[in-house]
């Protein structure tokens, strides 16, 4: 069975995807402005560099010199070691935003150790801590980037036969820089996994290179060879607005073996089993896209069909409830890209904060998973994962035993 779309949405492509009234969130706005910071070198703030390196030993009364010595010698650590993850193509973002919140960073635990007890086994604690921030920083930046895990789960639903399961793979926020290891491992698990259908919910470039002549080379070629590695349909949607700029992202697709749906409603037939597949662009608007997503499925052929919906963050996931949608997939949160224990995300960008973080959630019959997805943010934000590796997730849906 050839699958049937029905017509978008009344919207012109560049409104759809930059819409003239977009307001960017504060979070990027303030990547924004770490970007501007990222063109100064880390030399170049060199008397910055030796200030807090002041500030941090003022309070160490005998100890100022080892205590600064300190100071300046994780400053050149960290930024030896962000400066070589482009150079070993790890990854490409600017040095000093990052070096300059790790030294805030140190500088702040110095300071109050001094303030406490500036005395020589406070400053031995104080090596130690450091070197610890050190560690979690080489491996947020050079390791867990790359680890990418798969992640496997099961859905049952009366809607579907009872006979062979779909499997499908949810592949999100690729955010891609250049062409690296952890795109490459990718690629090799789709091939291994050879799933029946394949879902990308949007972000494919990183914010940083969304004009970038290469990064958009690289990420055509990862898609072109994701099509020709998939012996499966591939279905995608567009991401945040200030990612997937207009003109971009259908130039990735264009002659490639992968459907874009702009707010369309595709039925398919795969493995005999009936699904609904709803695409809603993004515009990170819910006043705006709560009310398209309900035309879109006010269209749906058969509201008893499976619906597996597709948007790029969570923030639908009440209006997807009311409207009875089984499942929907979404990224954009990126898991917080960096979690603290016990705490969890600081930041998701999500207008629900930490409700829908990451991971599963059920309510009233709806299912949402939120991707943390492959690539990172971009701008002046860190290029690190922590205790929230990249990840793709492999889905099993069936039907209920009694309706074969």
């Not at 050190?134 to 036969?161: D, G, H």
């Not at 290891?181 to 949007?202: F, Q, Y």
């Not at 945040?240 to 409603?265: F, K």
Request: aromatic share 6%; net charge negative.
């Amino acid at each position: 069975m050839e699958p049937r779309a029905t017509s978008p949405d009344k919207m012109g492509l560049s409104d759809v995807l930059h819409p003239p009234d977009y307001r960017p969130p504060a979070l990027h706005i303030v990547l924004v402005t770490t970007e501007l910071l990222g063109r100064i070198p880390p030399l170049g703030l060199m008397p910055a560099w030796l200030a807090l390196a002041a500030i941090a030993c003022w309070p160490w009364e005998h100890l100022r010199i080892p205590a600064a010595a300190l100071s300046l010698f994780f400053v050149i650590l960290d930024g030896a070691g962000l400066a070589l993850l482009p150079r070993l193509k790890r990854s490409f973002g600017p040095v000093t935003p990052p070096l300059l919140a790790l030294t805030l960073l140190r500088t702040g635990i110095a300071l109050l150790l001094g303030c406490l007890w500036p005395e020589l086994p406070s400053l031995i604690g104080l090596g130690l801590i450091q070197v610890a921030i050190a560690a979690i920083s080489l491996y947020a930046t050079w390791i867990e980037p790359f680890k990418l895990q798969l992640t496997e789960t099961e859905l049952t639903s009366p809607k579907l036969k009872a006979g062979t399961p779909v499997r499908l793979l949810h592949i999100s926020d690729m955010h891609v820089e250049r062409s690296t290891r952890r795109e490459e491992a990718l690629l090799a698990t789709v091939e291994e996994l050879n799933p029946d259908l394949i879902v990308l919910t949007g972000d494919y470039l990183n914010l940083s290179y969304v004009r970038d002549s290469e990064a958009q080379h690289d990420a055509r070629e990862i898609l072109r060879e994701l099509s020709e590695r998939a012996s499966c349909p591939i279905y995608a949607i567009t991401g945040s607005p200030p990612v997937d700029l207009r003109g971009v992202v259908p130039e990735a697709l264009d002659g490639l073996d992968v459907d874009w749906l702009l707010n369309d409603v595709v039925e398919l037939s795969v493995q005999d089993q009936e699904i609904c597949l709803v695409g809603l662009t993004c515009t990170r608007d819910r006043d705006r896209d709560g009310p398209r997503l309900r035309r879109l499925l006010e269209r749906a052929p058969d509201r008893g069909t499976f619906t597996l919906l597709l948007y790029h963050s969570p923030d639908l996931m009440p209006e997807a409830v009311e409207l009875g949608v089984d499942l929907y997939l979404c990224g954009h949160t990126h898991g917080g890209q960096l979690r603290v224990p016990l705490i969890g995300a600081l930041l998701t960008s999500s207008a629900f904060g930490k409700r829908y973080e990451m991971g599963r959630y059920e309510e009233k019959g709806t299912t949402l998973y939120v991707s943390r997805g492959l690539g990172m943010e971009g701008l002046g934000a860190p290029r690190a994962r922590f205790l929230s590796p990249p990840e793709v997730i492999l889905w099993t849906l069936s039907g209920n035993v009694d309706r074969a």
